[in-house]
């Protein structure tokens, strides 16, 4: 399907439908549902003491705007991540982000048993913004410049040696408790404490992003065609990585390590959508975010009162999604 096929209103307005609809389906559904009446009646009044309000307003809603802001996050990093470096397949992990943040909270973690959501932000920032300069130093040359392929190989080195220090450190001082829930990804601790905390670090990424969303058209084309029409190559190519290290590292603290959103949704608004990254961006985030709302749901819905992990029903949904782009021939 060629992009244009729908116009970005069209887009849009499905996308809408999907995340209305997923939005009241998750209030009302989990280890207990509830009737359209009694989730009206909390929501015209949220702040009334009751065990519905304790579990829609408290519980739910929360997971929900998590949910969001991390899918939206995830797939927002991956399209920036695919313009940058002008390769199909591209995604946070290529930069070492996921593996980065792993390693560093569980270094943290064979030291202090218990950590506050804040020292998990920073502890997963600092880990991921080393495997991501470690990454692009890889990737630097200083007489040829940066090169997207090198990028690409040192991205999985980096990632690779991080992933194995980390598992016989977890082995080693017996972490396996504490770390393959965050490796499983979850949405079952999430409060409003910690959306306070960590959403206007994602807020403020979306809306770098979008600063820099005519930028990101240029540098995709070709760094040729970039240099020639003035634009500092080196410069907006480091300032998007940044982005994307700050959205991807606010969104791994949340809720852990998550595959596959941001290699695959930026493919399905991009079928649809033309090369222009003003409007593929916020179709991208709010693809995200509508997608991880629907997945959270059928996590909490498949076998109650039991959850499954986000990243096994995601890997479940996106491996066939990436085969079928393989053989669309969009990567």
């Known amino acids: 399907m060629k992009p244009g096929t729908f116009g970005p209103a069209s887009v849009f307005f499905i996308i809408l439908l999907l995340f209305a609809s997923g939005w009241y389906l998750s209030l009302r559904f989990g280890a207990v549902s509830y009737s359209n009446a009694d989730l009206m009646a909390v929501l015209k009044h949220p702040f009334t003491n009751s065990a519905n309000q304790d579990v829609i307003i408290d519980i739910r809603l929360p997971r929900m705007v998590a949910a969001a802001l991390v899918g939206a996050a995830m797939a ?22 996921n593996a980065g943040a ?15 959501y804040s020292a998990i932000l920073a502890i997963c920032f600092i880990g991921s913004a080393v495997a991501t300069i470690l990454v692009f130093s890889l990737a630097y040359q200083p007489r040829k410049g940066y090169n997207q392929l090198r990028l690409i190989l040192a991205g999985s080195m980096v990632a690779t040696l991080f992933s194995a220090i980390g598992q016989a450190l977890t082995i ?25 905390f960590i959403a206007p670090f994602i807020l403020l990424g979306m809306l770098a ?19 020639a029409l003035g634009q500092k190559t080196f410069f907006m190519t480091i300032s998007l990585l940044g982005i994307v290290l700050l959205l991807s590292a606010s969104a791994v ?58 990243n096994a029903l995601i890997c479940i949904v996106g491996l066939p999604c990436f085969l079928w782009l393989i053989r669309r021939g969009r990567l």
Request: proline share 6%.
């Open 172 to 196: 080693y001082f017996n972490l396996s408790g504490a770390i393959i829930g965050w490796q499983a990804g979850g949405l079952v601790q999430t409060n409003w404490s910690m959306i306070r």
């Open 253 to 310: 603290a949340l809720i852990g390590s998550i595959a596959f959103v941001g290699l695959i949704i930026p493919h399905f608004v991009k079928m649809f959508i033309p090369r222009d990254y003003r409007l593929i961006l916020p179709l991208t985030a709010f693809a995200g975010a509508t997608f991880l709302l629907w997945v959270d749901l059928v996590c909490r819905t498949l076998n109650p009162p039991y959850e499954t992990p986000l």
């Open 76 to 97: 927002l990093s991956g399209v920036i991540m695919q313009g940058v470096t002008r390769n199909p397949i591209a995604d946070p992990g290529l930069l070492g982000i």
């Open 209 to 227: 992003a979008q600063a820099f969303a005519h930028q990101l058209t240029i540098l995709s084309l070709n760094e040729t065609v970039s240099k």
């Open 102 to 116: 792993g390693l560093a909270l569980i270094i943290s973690y064979a030291f202090v048993k218990s950590l506050h």
